[in-house]
């Protein structure tokens, strides 16, 4: 389902299918529900995640960064590659980022580390293969490849929307969100439209003032 259907279904159900900006408001909710969903059922069925993914195509940008310089102990300047932009949240499930970081055509895909362990990460039979990332405010930065151009990104985001609007900035696709695949089940949007009709049918009906509503309607799901 679309933005636009889900919403949409909603607004029907409560008699303001005309009403672009209430719809609007409702997709604040989406968003909410969307992520506590996720969560509880990434606990029980994490082979489920994968139809939640999406991709992002990263910019790179080289730039001496500080941190314990890479086949060293000892803190300094170093050249690193950096996403040029910061990137959109990840949902942290079981402890994890993203699904995939590495090379743009998938081929090689790079090891989550931070900085003070990439000398560990660094050792061993196979550690001249190894291509360790870091993330750091928002941003990846990877270490052993300084001129990298671009990386491919492959998660789960708190902010689909936020992915799309990079990826249409950047030249890939997701400039028509509104009315692209909204990335959730649809048996998990349609638990979403559920729990939203019952959130706004249980506004008190002498609620007169539409920023009340509004107010009840952003409030996160656990009242938030």
Avoid at 137 to 163: A, C, H, Q
């Amino acid at each position: 389902m679309t933005p636009n259907e889900i919403t949409t279904e909603i607004a029907v159900q409560l008699y303001k299918e005309l009403d672009d900006v209430f719809k609007l408001i409702l997709f604040q909710r989406v968003g909410n529900w969307r992520s506590r969903l996720i969560r509880n059922s990434a606990e029980r069925k994490p082979d489920e995640l994968k139809s939640l993914y999406q991709t992002l195509y990263l910019p790179m940008e080289k730039k001496m960064v500080v941190p314990a310089c890479v086949g060293t102990d000892i803190p300094g300047i170093c050249p690193a590659a950096i996403t040029k932009n910061k990137v959109p949240t990840p949902l942290r499930i079981n402890s994890n980022l993203f699904f995939f970081v590495g090379s743009v055509d998938g081929s090689v895909q790079f090891s989550y580390g931070t900085t003070l362990l990439n000398d560990y990460l660094n050792t061993g039979k196979y550690s001249k293969d190894n291509v360790n990332y870091d993330w750091v405010d928002n941003r990846i930065i990877v270490e052993d490849k300084p001129n990298l151009p671009m990386i491919k990104v492959t998660g789960v985001f708190e902010s689909p929307e936020e992915v799309a609007k990079m990826n249409c900035e950047n030249g890939t696709g997701g400039c028509d969100f509104w009315n692209e695949e909204y990335p959730v089940p649809r048996d998990m949007a349609q638990q979403i439209v559920s729990y939203i009709v019952q959130e706004y049918k249980a506004i008190p009906a002498n609620t007169d003032k539409q920023t009340d509503i509004n107010q009840k309607l952003n409030n996160g799901p656990d009242g938030r």
